[in-house]
């Protein structure tokens, strides 16, 4: 029975220091033990899907099981890195924070396939707190997000675009840039999107108020600005 966990090529030199049924399956659990830790430090106050909590779930066991069948095989190493070179992630990039998760999924995994399983315990409870207390502090967040919008104006075509409204976001914003202007209704109309963050937020009716006398009172909206929500 036992040799049904031999490889087809160990010699009895490696046989000898081959990992037994049992320290492969404690190794095992216990990384299947950080990986939930990780997986759930990562729900605190943060967007999150299955499919990726499963990944870092999961992810620990796979590195770990990769890491112990290496086991000091310089040659199998070198394969095996060159193997990790070559998959991507099939899907769209995710954020820092995601790539950071994953990271850190895989790094408990290569100290428990290593065998220092109190070790990866203690890192995946470490890390893992450090994640939920910086998380829960809003640390690195915009404390005055909400003064960053997104401004959109409609023009008719025979006004001149080019500064007639840089007085009037002087006045109501810290500062403004002109991302885009493109023509809309057959070429009668221009729509000029801008780039602002306002000096206050209550002051967004009075902006809207004298950009209309600007306009010849056509549309005219501002809105938080868009962030991309990418997903792994």
Do not use: W
């Amino acid at each position: 029975m036992l040799n049904l966990f031999r490889g087809v090529f160990d010699t009895d030199a490696q046989s000898a220091s081959a990992i037994t049924i049992g320290e492969f399956l404690l190794c095992l659990a216990v990384s299947l033990l950080v990986g939930l830790l990780l997986a759930g430090a990562y729900t605190v106050k943060n967007r999150y899907t299955k499919s990726f909590l499963l990944t870092l779930a999961i992810l620990p066991a796979v590195v770990c099981v990769v890491i112990m069948m290496v086991n000091g095989n310089i040659g199998t190493g070198v394969a095996v890195a060159g193997t990790f070179s070559l998959v991507r992630f099939r899907s769209v990039p995710g954020t820092a924070k995601e790539i950071c998760a994953i990271f850190l999924a895989m790094c408990t995994g290569l100290i428990a396939g290593m065998g220092y399983l109190g070790y990866a315990v203690l890192f995946a409870l470490v890390l893992g707190g450090v994640t939920v207390v910086y998380n829960c502090f809003d640390f690195g967040s915009k404390k005055h997000e909400a003064l960053y919008k997104v401004l959109h104006i409609t023009i008719p075509e025979d006004l001149d675009y080019t500064g007639v409204f840089d007085d009037v976001l002087k006045e109501y914003t810290r500062s403004h840039e002109l991302e885009q202007v493109k023509t809309v209704n057959m070429g009668s109309l221009f729509k000029l999107t801008y780039n602002i963050v306002l000096k206050n937020s209550e002051a967004e009716k009075e902006l809207i108020d004298k950009l209309r006398c600007r306009n010849g009172n056509l549309e005219i909206s501002i809105s938080q600005k868009e962030t991309v929500a990418y997903e792994l």
